[in-house]
């Protein structure tokens, strides 16, 4: 079982930077591959990223490429995702999700997941 909590939105001006943060507890927290999706208002949850469970693979959705960067520290159960030069286009709730397979980019193939943090992005 795998509890995450997420953390690190709010509303931020265009071309501004948000870094979203992701706290995971359990016993074996360490060792899940983790994702970041976001769904805005009346559209379907998306993905954004993804890394595995050792940081040494990592996965974008290509409107994010360049300037969305995700991380883990796996001494502190947590997983970031640094988001710069953000634009309206990237408001939405911004979800974690972890499971023990990797690669994954589809939202169904995750297990756990978070209560997610809203990111608005608006001048």
């Known amino acids: 079982q795998v509890q995450l909590v997420e953390s690190g939105g709010g509303l931020v001006q265009p071309g501004g930077s948000l870094r979203l943060s992701c706290a995971a507890s359990?016993?074996?927290?360490?060792?899940?591959?983790m994702g970041w999706f976001r769904q805005a208002p009346g559209k379907e949850r998306e993905f954004v990223a993804a890394?595995?469970?050792?940081?040494?693979?990592?996965y974008y959705a290509d409107g994010v490429k360049g300037r969305f960067t995700i991380s883990r520290d796996n001494a502190k159960n947590t997983v970031y995702l640094q988001m710069n030069s953000l634009e309206p286009v990237d408001t939405a709730v911004y979800y974690c999700?972890?499971?023990?397979?990797?690669?994954?980019?589809?939202?169904?193939?995750?297990?756990?997941w978070g209560q997610g943090t809203q990111v608005t992005v608006s001048s």
């Open positions: 999700a972890a499971d023990l397979s990797f690669p994954r980019q589809l939202s169904r193939d995750f297990e756990y």
């Open positions: 359990g016993r074996t927290a360490s060792t899940y591959a």
């Open positions: 890394i595995k469970w050792n940081g040494r693979s990592i």
